[in-house]
């Protein structure tokens, strides 16, 4: 995988779900402050930045090789599941039947971004934007890690992610309350997913 063409893919790729997020808030009217926003993109940056780290201890035990090849397996079993949660989300009861205390709640979010704004108040609080900004970074968390296995020292890469991030979820507000009515393309839900399998799989060849 090419160093900046490929990061950039990825960097695109874990922040795609910032920009649905931020394309549902619009269509609801959800507010989010400047520091709930930055709160959201410190989160996914702590997220990222140790599962990167963690990845690179686990990586020094590795061949080479091994690692780079572990590392793509990962993207690609990342990518496999995302696009498996596309596709359950089809059935209308399953997300609402799914209840793990905290991490149902984060599942949940993540399905129904709207969804964070618990209490209703039509604005994003500090926490409820630290809950989305964990929400929206275990995906990042993951290839972090996969990263980190993999032995690529890309430790710039975390603050790339969450500036993506917040720029992502700021456009996607704008489109969503620029386009009220209209209806998100389900087919670019697959993207994220897509795009992990691909990078993961160029990672490995």
């Not at 080479?64 to 009861?93: D, N, W």
Request: charge should be positive; aromatic fraction near 8%; charged fraction near 10%.
């Amino acid at each position: 995988m090419q160093s900046w063409s490929g990061l950039l893919a990825l960097t695109v790729a874990v922040s795609l779900d910032g920009l649905a997020a931020g394309f549902s808030y619009g269509l609801k009217g959800t507010k989010l402050s400047r520091f709930a926003l930055l709160i959201v993109a410190a989160s996914s940056l702590i997220l990222l930045a140790a599962a990167l780290l963690a990845g690179h201890q686990i990586g020094v035990w590795l061949a080479p090789m091994v690692g780079r090849l572990l590392g793509g397996l990962l993207l690609v079993v990342l990518g496999l599941v995302q696009i498996a949660e596309t596709v359950s989300r089809r059935l209308p009861k399953t997300m609402w039947q799914l209840r793990l205390k905290r991490l149902g709640l984060i599942i949940q979010i993540l399905r129904d971004p709207e969804q964070a704004d618990l209490d209703g108040s039509g604005t994003i609080c500090p926490y409820e934007a630290l809950v989305l900004g964990i929400a929206l970074g275990l995906d990042g968390a993951g290839v972090g890690l996969g990263l980190g296995i993999s032995g690529r020292e890309v430790w710039w890469f975390p603050a790339l992610v969450a500036g993506v991030n917040l720029l992502f979820i700021k456009l996607g507000t704008w489109l969503g309350s620029s386009w009220q009515g209209a209806v998100y393309p389900r087919c670019l839900a697959y993207l994220p997913g897509m795009l992990l399998v691909l990078l993961g799989l160029l990672m490995i060849v």
